[in-house]
């Protein structure tokens, strides 16, 4: 098993464009999530997905839109991107009942400029 | 607000010593204590967790320890090793409707291993 990917790995956007990471996971887990780790901080959750078609927000989801077709896939969405938004990007998966152990991508290093 | 944090952001040890490394939490309805560690350039990667209403759980090489007067976790490393160094993360998780909730996380403390 591949576990989690993410791509890109790095991404430099200028203020105002838009664009989406990727995250699929091949493990079948239902639940999904994505978090941003800013330097030197803990992470804070941006969305989640309990199953195809359902998400929810998390602490902090403004400036971000996720949807999820598939049980594998679970991309994010930039719309307007803002020097805020210069974080490390994470995607993690977990079984529907065991979310203490979360499975993690290698991260997107994310720069607006 | 409550929150997750820990006392120290660095650690350094010796290699082969043993390694402690603390958090304090403020919430005590919290149902789930749990540690990550996080190597240079990765994500996180679970070690262990422990429910509320126990005060000691074992793993490999690791034991976490939760003192719910104080509100105080820690993480015993045992023999700590290089490949140990790494960012070290708690985190806690209440309960919803029978089954686990979304985690919150601490701040980290980087354990570095001198040879």
């Known amino acids: 098993n591949a576990g989690v990917t993410q791509t890109p790995k790095f991404r430099i956007l200028k203020i105002g464009q838009s664009m989406t990471l990727q995250c699929t996971q091949d493990m079948n887990h239902n639940y999904m999530y994505w978090y941003r780790q800013d330097p030197g901080m803990g992470l804070k959750l941006i969305y989640y997905s309990v199953g195809a078609g359902i998400t929810d927000k998390g602490e902090v989801p403004n400036g971000y839109n996720v949807s999820r077709s598939t049980t594998e896939d679970f991309p994010l969405r930039l719309e307007l991107a803002a020097p805020s938004q210069t974080s490390v990007y994470f995607c993690a998966s977990s079984y529907g009942v065991r979310n203490n152990e979360q499975f993690f991508g290698p991260g997107t290093r994310l720069t607006v400029l | 607000g409550e929150s997750v944090g820990l006392h120290l952001p660095t650690l350094s040890v010796q290699e082969g010593d043993n390694s402690i490394i603390n958090c304090a939490y403020s919430n005590s309805a919290s149902d789930y204590f749990i540690w990550y560690k996080q190597e240079s350039g990765k994500g996180p990667q679970f070690i262990i967790d422990i429910r509320s209403n126990m005060d000691k759980r074992q793993g490999q090489r690791v034991t976490v320890l939760l003192n719910k007067t104080v509100k105080h976790l820690s993480l015993q490393i045992a023999a700590t090793q290089p490949g140990d160094s790494a960012v070290y993360f708690c985190?806690?998780?209440?309960?919803?409707?029978?089954?686990?909730?979304?985690?919150?996380f601490g701040k980290g403390t980087k354990l570095s291993v001198k040879p």
């Open positions: 985190a806690e998780n209440k309960e919803t409707e029978g089954s686990q909730g979304n985690l919150i």
